[in-house]
Protein backbone atom coordinates (compact mmCIF):
# COMPACT_ATOMS: atom_id res chain seq x y z
CA UNK A 1 0.00 0.00 0.00
CA UNK A 2 1.61 2.77 -0.97
CA UNK A 3 0.42 6.56 -1.48
CA UNK A 4 -2.35 8.33 -3.03
CA UNK A 5 -2.86 7.65 -6.84
CA UNK A 6 -1.57 4.38 -6.79
CA UNK A 7 1.89 4.78 -5.02
CA UNK A 8 2.08 8.26 -4.04
CA UNK A 9 0.46 12.08 -5.37
CA UNK A 10 3.35 12.77 -7.81
CA UNK A 11 3.63 12.48 -11.85
CA UNK A 12 2.84 9.63 -13.65
CA UNK A 13 6.24 9.91 -15.65
CA UNK A 14 8.67 7.13 -14.20
CA UNK A 15 12.47 5.93 -15.05
CA UNK A 16 13.02 2.93 -17.26
CA UNK A 17 14.94 0.38 -15.20
CA UNK A 18 18.34 0.26 -15.99
CA UNK A 19 20.59 -2.33 -17.80
CA UNK A 20 21.46 -5.54 -15.94
CA UNK A 21 18.48 -5.93 -13.66
CA UNK A 22 19.53 -9.28 -13.28
CA UNK A 23 22.97 -9.35 -11.40
CA UNK A 24 25.14 -11.53 -9.21
CA UNK A 25 28.22 -11.13 -7.07
CA UNK A 26 28.75 -14.50 -5.55
CA UNK A 27 32.13 -16.20 -5.38
CA UNK A 28 30.58 -19.07 -3.60
CA UNK A 29 27.10 -19.57 -4.84
CA UNK A 30 24.28 -21.70 -3.26
CA UNK A 31 24.25 -25.32 -4.33
CA UNK A 32 21.83 -26.33 -7.75
CA UNK A 33 19.78 -28.84 -6.64
CA UNK A 34 17.87 -29.70 -9.99
CA UNK A 35 17.17 -27.95 -13.28
CA UNK A 36 15.37 -24.87 -14.10
CA UNK A 37 12.18 -24.92 -12.81
CA UNK A 38 9.73 -24.81 -16.25
CA UNK A 39 7.25 -22.22 -14.68
CA UNK A 40 9.80 -19.63 -13.25
CA UNK A 41 12.68 -20.30 -14.87
CA UNK A 42 14.84 -20.62 -11.52
CA UNK A 43 16.70 -23.05 -10.21
CA UNK A 44 16.45 -24.61 -6.62
CA UNK A 45 18.38 -23.15 -4.72
CA UNK A 46 20.24 -23.95 -1.11
CA UNK A 47 22.99 -23.35 1.73
CA UNK A 48 23.49 -24.68 4.76
CA UNK A 49 24.04 -23.75 8.13
CA UNK A 50 26.59 -26.03 9.52
CA UNK A 51 26.61 -24.09 12.98
CA UNK A 52 23.05 -26.22 13.70
CA UNK A 53 23.77 -28.61 10.98
CA UNK A 54 20.20 -27.79 9.13
CA UNK A 55 20.00 -25.97 5.73
CA UNK A 56 17.61 -23.49 4.15
CA UNK A 57 16.30 -24.61 0.17
CA UNK A 58 14.59 -21.26 -1.36
CA UNK A 59 13.03 -19.71 -4.27
CA UNK A 60 11.70 -16.60 -5.08
CA UNK A 61 9.61 -14.81 -7.76
CA UNK A 62 8.81 -11.31 -9.04
CA UNK A 63 6.25 -9.97 -11.55
CA UNK A 64 5.67 -6.47 -12.53
CA UNK A 65 2.26 -5.16 -11.59
CA UNK A 66 -0.14 -4.60 -14.35
CA UNK A 67 -0.92 -1.10 -14.98
CA UNK A 68 -3.05 -0.13 -18.22
CA UNK A 69 -2.94 3.52 -17.82
CA UNK A 70 0.65 3.35 -17.34
CA UNK A 71 1.50 0.48 -19.72
CA UNK A 72 5.92 1.20 -19.33
CA UNK A 73 5.50 1.58 -15.50
CA UNK A 74 8.10 -0.72 -14.11
CA UNK A 75 8.41 -2.98 -11.75
CA UNK A 76 9.29 -0.67 -8.43
CA UNK A 77 10.01 -4.55 -6.23
CA UNK A 78 13.40 -5.14 -5.85
CA UNK A 79 14.61 -7.84 -3.70
CA UNK A 80 18.37 -9.38 -2.17
CA UNK A 81 19.56 -12.72 -1.32
CA UNK A 82 22.59 -12.86 0.35
CA UNK A 83 24.23 -15.89 1.96
CA UNK A 84 27.24 -16.20 3.68
CA UNK A 85 27.48 -12.82 4.39
CA UNK A 86 31.17 -11.64 5.37
CA UNK A 87 32.31 -15.24 4.24
CA UNK A 88 30.20 -16.87 7.31
CA UNK A 89 28.48 -20.17 6.36
CA UNK A 90 25.45 -19.10 8.95
CA UNK A 91 25.06 -15.97 7.76
CA UNK A 92 22.19 -15.47 5.48
CA UNK A 93 20.15 -12.77 4.49
CA UNK A 94 16.55 -12.14 2.71
CA UNK A 95 14.97 -8.87 1.90
CA UNK A 96 12.18 -7.48 -0.41
CA UNK A 97 11.75 -3.49 -1.01
CA UNK A 98 8.68 -1.97 -2.71
CA UNK A 99 9.76 1.10 -3.95
CA UNK A 100 6.83 4.13 -4.37
CA UNK A 101 6.61 7.38 -6.22
CA UNK A 102 7.85 8.69 -9.01
CA UNK A 103 11.71 7.47 -8.39
CA UNK A 104 10.45 4.29 -6.44
CA UNK A 105 12.73 1.73 -8.30
CA UNK A 106 15.22 3.84 -8.01
CA UNK A 107 14.88 3.78 -4.13
CA UNK A 108 14.38 0.16 -3.68
CA UNK A 109 17.42 -0.89 -5.93
CA UNK A 110 19.44 1.71 -3.72
CA UNK A 111 18.70 -0.07 -0.72
CA UNK A 112 18.61 -2.92 -2.05
CA UNK A 113 22.59 -2.57 -3.29
CA UNK A 114 23.58 -1.35 -0.16
CA UNK A 115 21.91 -3.26 2.70
CA UNK A 116 24.35 -6.12 2.84
CA UNK A 117 27.07 -3.52 2.66
CA UNK A 118 26.51 -1.70 5.34
CA UNK A 119 25.67 -4.70 7.68
CA UNK A 120 28.60 -6.47 6.69
CA UNK A 121 30.69 -3.47 7.52
CA UNK A 122 28.90 -3.30 11.26
CA UNK A 123 31.33 -4.87 13.83
CA UNK A 124 28.36 -5.30 16.23
CA UNK A 125 26.49 -7.53 13.96
CA UNK A 126 26.92 -10.64 15.65
CA UNK A 127 27.74 -9.15 19.00
CA UNK A 128 23.85 -7.27 18.92
CA UNK A 129 22.55 -7.92 15.48
CA UNK A 130 19.26 -5.62 16.32
CA UNK A 131 21.46 -2.66 17.27
CA UNK A 132 22.84 -3.41 14.01
CA UNK A 133 19.39 -3.39 11.83
CA UNK A 134 18.98 0.04 13.18
CA UNK A 135 21.98 1.49 12.44
CA UNK A 136 21.90 -0.10 9.18
CA UNK A 137 18.28 1.04 7.86
CA UNK A 138 19.03 4.88 9.29
CA UNK A 139 22.14 4.94 7.92
CA UNK A 140 20.69 3.33 4.11
CA UNK A 141 18.32 6.72 4.83
CA UNK A 142 20.89 8.42 5.65
CA UNK A 143 22.77 7.71 1.63
CA UNK A 144 19.82 7.60 0.13
CA UNK A 145 19.37 11.25 1.55
CA UNK A 146 22.76 12.05 0.18
CA UNK A 147 22.32 10.55 -3.18
CA UNK A 148 21.36 11.83 -6.47
CA UNK A 149 18.16 10.41 -6.23
CA UNK A 150 15.12 12.69 -5.48
CA UNK A 151 13.75 10.80 -2.53
CA UNK A 152 11.40 13.85 -1.34
CA UNK A 153 8.06 12.48 -2.61
CA UNK A 154 9.86 8.38 -2.94
CA UNK A 155 10.71 5.80 -1.14
CA UNK A 156 10.41 2.36 -0.39
CA UNK A 157 9.46 -0.23 2.33
CA UNK A 158 12.65 -2.50 3.60
CA UNK A 159 11.47 -6.45 5.23
CA UNK A 160 14.58 -8.35 5.33
CA UNK A 161 14.97 -12.06 7.64
CA UNK A 162 18.65 -12.57 8.84
CA UNK A 163 19.55 -16.10 9.45
CA UNK A 164 21.93 -16.06 11.93
CA UNK A 165 22.87 -19.80 13.15
CA UNK A 166 19.57 -20.95 14.45
CA UNK A 167 17.90 -17.21 15.07
CA UNK A 168 16.00 -15.42 12.50
CA UNK A 169 16.14 -11.70 13.02
CA UNK A 170 13.48 -9.86 11.00
CA UNK A 171 13.56 -5.93 10.48
CA UNK A 172 11.10 -4.16 8.70
CA UNK A 173 9.55 -0.79 7.81
CA UNK A 174 6.44 -0.23 6.05
CA UNK A 175 3.72 -2.56 4.40
CA UNK A 176 5.61 -5.42 3.44
CA UNK A 177 5.68 -8.31 5.40
CA UNK A 178 7.32 -11.46 6.98
CA UNK A 179 5.29 -14.85 7.93
CA UNK A 180 6.54 -18.07 9.87
CA UNK A 181 5.09 -21.15 9.04
CA UNK A 182 4.71 -22.83 12.77
CA UNK A 183 3.69 -26.70 12.79
CA UNK A 184 1.32 -26.93 16.05
CA UNK A 185 0.09 -30.57 16.76
CA UNK A 186 -1.17 -31.56 13.05
CA UNK A 187 -1.84 -27.85 11.58
CA UNK A 188 0.83 -25.58 9.85
CA UNK A 189 -0.11 -21.87 11.36
CA UNK A 190 1.09 -18.95 10.04
CA UNK A 191 2.84 -16.54 12.99
CA UNK A 192 3.53 -12.64 11.47
CA UNK A 193 7.08 -11.41 12.22
CA UNK A 194 6.21 -8.33 10.95
CA UNK A 195 3.67 -5.70 11.72
CA UNK A 196 2.13 -3.62 8.51
CA UNK A 197 2.83 0.09 9.48
CA UNK A 198 0.37 1.68 8.82
CA UNK A 199 -2.45 4.65 10.32
CA UNK A 200 -4.67 1.04 10.46
CA UNK A 201 -2.38 0.57 13.55
CA UNK A 202 -3.09 2.92 16.72
CA UNK A 203 0.25 3.36 18.09
CA UNK A 204 1.42 4.25 14.77
CA UNK A 205 -1.20 6.48 14.04
CA UNK A 206 -0.84 8.33 17.19
CA UNK A 207 2.73 8.19 16.62
CA UNK A 208 2.49 10.37 13.27
CA UNK A 209 -0.06 12.59 14.77
CA UNK A 210 2.36 13.74 17.95
CA UNK A 211 4.39 14.42 14.85
CA UNK A 212 1.89 16.98 13.16
CA UNK A 213 0.33 14.59 10.41
CA UNK A 214 -3.40 14.79 9.59
CA UNK A 215 -4.77 11.11 9.37
CA UNK A 216 -7.55 11.13 6.81
CA UNK A 217 -8.91 8.93 4.09
CA UNK A 218 -9.70 10.38 0.57
CA UNK A 219 -13.63 10.43 1.37
CA UNK A 220 -12.49 12.34 4.65
CA UNK A 221 -10.40 14.50 2.28
CA UNK A 222 -13.14 15.04 0.17
CA UNK A 223 -15.89 15.71 2.36
CA UNK A 224 -17.72 12.56 2.21
CA UNK A 225 -17.23 11.56 5.08
CA UNK A 226 -16.67 12.95 8.93
CA UNK A 227 -12.80 13.92 9.38
CA UNK A 228 -13.67 14.31 13.11
CA UNK A 229 -14.29 10.54 13.29
CA UNK A 230 -10.82 9.15 13.66
CA UNK A 231 -11.44 5.55 14.11
CA UNK A 232 -11.15 3.21 10.89
CA UNK A 233 -11.96 -0.69 10.72
CA UNK A 234 -8.71 -2.39 9.33
CA UNK A 235 -7.01 -3.26 6.01
CA UNK A 236 -9.45 -6.14 5.15
CA UNK A 237 -12.73 -4.34 5.26
CA UNK A 238 -11.56 -0.75 4.61
CA UNK A 239 -8.31 -1.19 2.72
CA UNK A 240 -9.78 0.74 -0.54
CA UNK A 241 -10.11 3.94 1.15
CA UNK A 242 -6.90 3.73 3.97
CA UNK A 243 -6.17 6.34 6.17
CA UNK A 244 -3.53 8.66 5.18
CA UNK A 245 -0.41 11.32 6.60
CA UNK A 246 -1.33 14.43 5.16
CA UNK A 247 0.37 17.82 6.19
CA UNK A 248 -1.81 20.34 8.38
CA UNK A 249 -2.36 22.80 5.83
CA UNK A 250 -1.33 20.97 2.63
CA UNK A 251 -2.81 17.96 0.66
CA UNK A 252 0.04 16.08 0.41
CA UNK A 253 1.82 13.79 0.76
CA UNK A 254 -1.21 11.16 1.06
CA UNK A 255 1.07 8.34 2.72
CA UNK A 256 -0.76 4.95 3.68
CA UNK A 257 2.38 4.11 5.59
CA UNK A 258 4.07 5.33 8.61
CA UNK A 259 7.43 3.97 8.17
CA UNK A 260 9.82 3.70 5.10
CA UNK A 261 13.41 4.15 4.01
CA UNK A 262 13.17 7.61 1.91
CA UNK A 263 10.35 10.12 1.63
CA UNK A 264 11.81 12.91 3.28
CA UNK A 265 9.45 15.49 3.33
CA UNK A 266 6.81 12.87 4.89
CA UNK A 267 9.47 12.76 7.59
CA UNK A 268 8.31 16.10 8.86
CA UNK A 269 4.99 14.70 9.80
CA UNK A 270 6.65 11.45 11.92
CA UNK A 271 7.30 8.77 8.45
CA UNK A 272 10.54 6.86 9.95
CA UNK A 273 13.54 4.63 8.45
CA UNK A 274 13.38 3.11 12.15
CA UNK A 275 12.64 -0.39 11.86
CA UNK A 276 10.78 -2.78 14.15
CA UNK A 277 12.58 -5.85 14.68
CA UNK A 278 11.19 -9.39 15.67
CA UNK A 279 13.38 -12.47 16.96
CA UNK A 280 12.60 -16.00 16.53
CA UNK A 281 14.66 -18.81 17.76
CA UNK A 282 14.47 -21.51 15.68
CA UNK A 283 13.00 -25.35 16.07
CA UNK A 284 11.85 -28.16 14.58
CA UNK A 285 8.46 -26.71 14.53
CA UNK A 286 9.51 -23.70 12.04
CA UNK A 287 9.03 -25.36 8.58
CA UNK A 288 9.58 -22.44 6.25
CA UNK A 289 8.81 -18.42 6.29
CA UNK A 290 7.67 -16.25 3.75
CA UNK A 291 8.95 -12.51 2.66
CA UNK A 292 7.15 -10.53 0.13
CA UNK A 293 5.97 -7.40 -0.85
CA UNK A 294 2.20 -5.98 -0.17
CA UNK A 295 1.30 -6.86 -3.63
CA UNK A 296 0.87 -10.41 -1.90
CA UNK A 297 -0.93 -9.69 1.07
CA UNK A 298 -3.38 -7.03 -0.56
CA UNK A 299 -6.15 -9.82 -0.50
CA UNK A 300 -4.63 -12.82 1.05
CA UNK A 301 -4.33 -13.30 4.74
CA UNK A 302 -0.95 -14.48 5.94
CA UNK A 303 -2.63 -17.16 6.86
CA UNK A 304 -4.02 -18.00 3.42
CA UNK A 305 -0.75 -17.60 1.79
CA UNK A 306 1.00 -20.24 4.17
CA UNK A 307 -1.65 -22.61 3.21
CA UNK A 308 -0.77 -22.16 -0.03
CA UNK A 309 2.40 -22.67 0.24
CA UNK A 310 2.54 -25.62 2.76
CA UNK A 311 0.51 -27.63 -0.56
CA UNK A 312 4.39 -27.91 -2.10
CA UNK A 313 7.17 -29.54 -1.28
CA UNK A 314 8.84 -27.32 -3.81
CA UNK A 315 9.07 -23.04 -3.23
CA UNK A 316 9.36 -22.37 -6.84
CA UNK A 317 6.00 -24.00 -7.58
CA UNK A 318 4.21 -22.27 -4.18
CA UNK A 319 5.93 -19.10 -5.55
CA UNK A 320 3.92 -19.40 -8.49
CA UNK A 321 1.06 -20.34 -7.02
CA UNK A 322 0.60 -17.83 -4.72
CA UNK A 323 1.77 -15.09 -7.08
CA UNK A 324 -0.54 -16.02 -9.70
CA UNK A 325 -3.63 -16.08 -6.72
CA UNK A 326 -2.50 -12.88 -6.13
CA UNK A 327 -2.59 -11.34 -9.81
CA UNK A 328 -5.94 -13.13 -10.10
CA UNK A 329 -6.92 -11.37 -6.70
CA UNK A 330 -6.09 -7.87 -7.80
CA UNK A 331 -8.14 -7.90 -11.09
CA UNK A 332 -10.71 -9.31 -9.16
CA UNK A 333 -11.27 -6.14 -7.03
CA UNK A 334 -9.65 -3.77 -9.10
CA UNK A 335 -8.30 -3.01 -12.86
CA UNK A 336 -4.73 -3.19 -12.39
CA UNK A 337 -2.51 -4.64 -9.96
CA UNK A 338 0.32 -4.22 -7.79
CA UNK A 339 3.88 -5.46 -8.45
CA UNK A 340 4.40 -8.89 -6.56
CA UNK A 341 8.11 -10.07 -5.09
CA UNK A 342 7.94 -13.18 -3.04
CA UNK A 343 10.68 -14.97 -1.29
CA UNK A 344 9.78 -19.05 0.11
CA UNK A 345 12.20 -19.95 2.25
CA UNK A 346 11.90 -24.26 3.46
CA UNK A 347 14.12 -24.89 6.93
CA UNK A 348 15.50 -28.43 6.19
CA UNK A 349 16.99 -30.88 8.58
CA UNK A 350 16.80 -29.41 11.41
CA UNK A 351 16.91 -31.59 14.77
CA UNK A 352 16.68 -30.86 18.31
CA UNK A 353 19.83 -31.26 18.89
CA UNK A 354 21.26 -28.80 17.05
CA UNK A 355 18.80 -26.09 18.48
CA UNK A 356 18.24 -23.69 21.04
CA UNK A 357 15.57 -23.62 23.40
CA UNK A 358 12.10 -22.78 22.57
CA UNK A 359 11.83 -19.61 23.47
CA UNK A 360 7.72 -18.57 24.11
CA UNK A 361 5.06 -20.70 22.97
CA UNK A 362 6.14 -22.03 18.77
CA UNK A 363 9.57 -20.65 19.51
CA UNK A 364 8.24 -16.99 18.48
CA UNK A 365 9.40 -14.03 20.36
CA UNK A 366 8.95 -10.39 18.99
CA UNK A 367 10.77 -7.56 20.38
CA UNK A 368 10.43 -3.94 18.35
CA UNK A 369 13.72 -2.02 19.08
CA UNK A 370 12.93 1.03 20.98
CA UNK A 371 13.57 4.25 18.83
CA UNK A 372 13.45 8.12 19.81
CA UNK A 373 9.39 7.38 18.77
CA UNK A 374 9.08 5.17 21.99
CA UNK A 375 7.62 1.95 22.36
CA UNK A 376 4.97 0.24 24.39
CA UNK A 377 6.80 -3.10 23.97
CA UNK A 378 10.31 -4.26 25.83
CA UNK A 379 13.57 -3.81 23.62
CA UNK A 380 15.33 -7.35 24.00
CA UNK A 381 17.68 -9.11 21.74
CA UNK A 382 19.48 -12.47 21.35
CA UNK A 383 23.22 -12.21 21.47
CA UNK A 384 24.75 -14.63 19.10
CA UNK A 385 28.09 -15.94 18.86
CA UNK A 386 29.31 -16.67 15.31
CA UNK A 387 32.21 -14.79 13.91
CA UNK A 388 34.15 -11.98 6.04
CA UNK A 389 34.80 -10.66 1.95
CA UNK A 390 31.06 -9.92 1.85
CA UNK A 391 29.20 -12.96 -0.58
CA UNK A 392 26.25 -12.30 -2.00
CA UNK A 393 23.92 -13.10 -4.68
CA UNK A 394 21.37 -10.11 -5.37
CA UNK A 395 19.07 -10.53 -8.06
CA UNK A 396 17.09 -7.96 -9.31
CA UNK A 397 13.99 -7.67 -11.64
CA UNK A 398 12.31 -10.38 -14.04
CA UNK A 399 11.64 -8.96 -17.13
CA UNK A 400 8.61 -7.19 -16.91
CA UNK A 401 6.00 -8.63 -18.99
CA UNK A 402 6.65 -11.67 -17.68
CA UNK A 403 3.38 -13.59 -17.63
CA UNK A 404 2.73 -15.45 -14.11
CA UNK A 405 1.93 -19.43 -14.76
CA UNK A 406 0.44 -21.41 -12.04
CA UNK A 407 0.82 -24.93 -11.52
CA UNK A 408 -1.57 -27.45 -11.42
CA UNK A 409 -2.63 -28.94 -8.13
CA UNK A 410 -2.94 -32.11 -9.78
CA UNK A 411 0.94 -32.11 -9.41
CA UNK A 412 1.34 -30.83 -6.48
CA UNK A 413 3.10 -32.56 -3.11
CA UNK A 414 2.30 -31.09 0.22
CA UNK A 415 4.75 -30.54 3.12
CA UNK A 416 4.05 -33.41 5.91
CA UNK A 417 3.39 -32.24 9.31
CA UNK A 418 4.53 -35.08 11.18
CA UNK A 419 3.14 -35.27 14.70
CA UNK A 420 4.98 -36.46 18.13
Not at 169 to 193: F, H, K, L, P
Not at 286 to 311: I, K, N, P, Y
Not at 314 to 336: F, M, Q, T, V
Request: aromatic share 8%.
Amino acid sequence: MGCVLGKCLTSSRYPRPSDGDMTQSCDAPPCSLEGKHVLTGRLLESVRVPSHNFRLEYSLLTQRGYYPDSPDKENQDSFCVSTQMRGNPNIHLFGVFDGHGQFGSLCSNFVKEKIVQILCNDSKLLEDPVKAYNSAFLTLNDELRSSDIDDSMSGTTAITALVLGNTLYVANVGDSRAVMAVRVGNRIVAEDMSHDQTPFRKDECERVKLAGARVLTIDQIEGLKDPDIQVWGDEETEGNDPPRLWFPDSLYPGTAFTRSVGDSAAEKIGVTAVPEVSVVELTQNHLFFVVASDGVFEFLTSQAVVDMAARYTDPRDACSAIAGESYKLWLDHENRTDDITIIIVHIKGFSSSGAAAIVGQNGLRISHASSEWGSSEAFCSIRSDFSDPQVSQHVGLMNRNTAIAVPSLTQYRPLEVEVG
